[in-house]
């Protein structure tokens, strides 16, 4: 009897990368001579939420650079940022949230299953909760969803853990 093989399809960011990459950011803000005197600070909130505030749009499109090179450094994909709207804030200064993107949401997660099953590759893919599962007999079949997913336009970082075979 044929072994079935599987593997996890996961968005996931490695929260302490980006803990450090924001920190290096405030250091490089805090000593860079073009923000001398500026109200410019990069906040994180350890979960989900990065607020950025700067003194006009300008500086914070620097702050957003400095904060996105670190964060490619670190080795976190800039897909799974979500910028919100620059929105003045207190004290004739502007602010922007950025939201990172943690799981597979439903509907990316649905578009992903259905181009699985509309490739007609020999395997099933179900959603859990915000990862996606996909099994098969086959692992040539897995290596052609990988590379069917990575093709893929999706707007979210995708990784694939959990490789097993029972």
């Given at each position: 009897?044929?072994?079935?093989?599987?593997?996890?399809?996961?968005?996931?960011?490695?929260?302490?990368?980006?803990?450090?990459?924001?920190?290096?950011?405030?250091?490089?803000?805090?000593?860079?001579?073009?923000?001398?005197?500026?109200?410019?600070?990069?906040?994180?909130d350890g979960k989900s939420?990065?607020?950025?505030?700067?003194?006009?749009?300008?500086?914070?499109?620097?702050?957003?650079?400095?904060?996105?090179?670190?964060?490619?450094?670190?080795?976190?994909?800039?897909?799974?940022?979500?910028?919100?709207?620059?929105?003045?804030?207190?004290?004739?200064?502007?602010?922007?949230?950025?939201?990172?993107?943690?799981?597979?949401?439903?509907?990316?997660?649905?578009?992903?299953?259905?181009?699985?099953?509309?490739?007609?590759?020999?395997?099933?893919?179900?959603i859990q909760g915000d990862?996606?599962?996909?099994?098969?007999?086959?692992?040539?079949?897995?290596?052609?969803?990988?590379?069917?997913?990575?093709?893929?336009?999706?707007?979210?970082?995708?990784?694939?853990?959990?490789?097993?075979?029972?």
């Open positions: 009897m044929a072994k079935d093989n599987s593997f996890d399809i996961v968005s996931k960011v490695d929260l302490q990368e980006v803990v450090n990459a924001v920190n290096q950011a405030v250091r490089e803000i805090e000593t860079r001579f073009d923000f001398k005197d500026s109200k410019s600070k990069i906040s994180f939420e990065i607020i950025l505030v700067s003194d006009d749009d300008f500086k914070l499109r620097n702050v957003v650079d400095i904060l996105e090179s670190k964060l490619v450094k670190r080795g976190v994909n800039l897909k799974a940022l979500r910028y919100g709207k620059i929105e003045p804030a207190a004290g004739n200064t502007v602010r922007q949230n950025v939201t990172l993107v943690q799981g597979i949401e439903q509907d990316i997660a649905k578009k992903i299953v259905k181009a699985v099953k509309d490739s007609k590759i020999k395997v099933q893919a179900t990862q996606i599962r996909v099994s098969g007999k086959n692992r040539d079949d897995l290596q052609n969803v990988i590379k069917l997913i990575k093709e893929m336009d999706l707007n979210i970082p995708v990784e694939f853990v959990n490789f097993r075979t029972f």
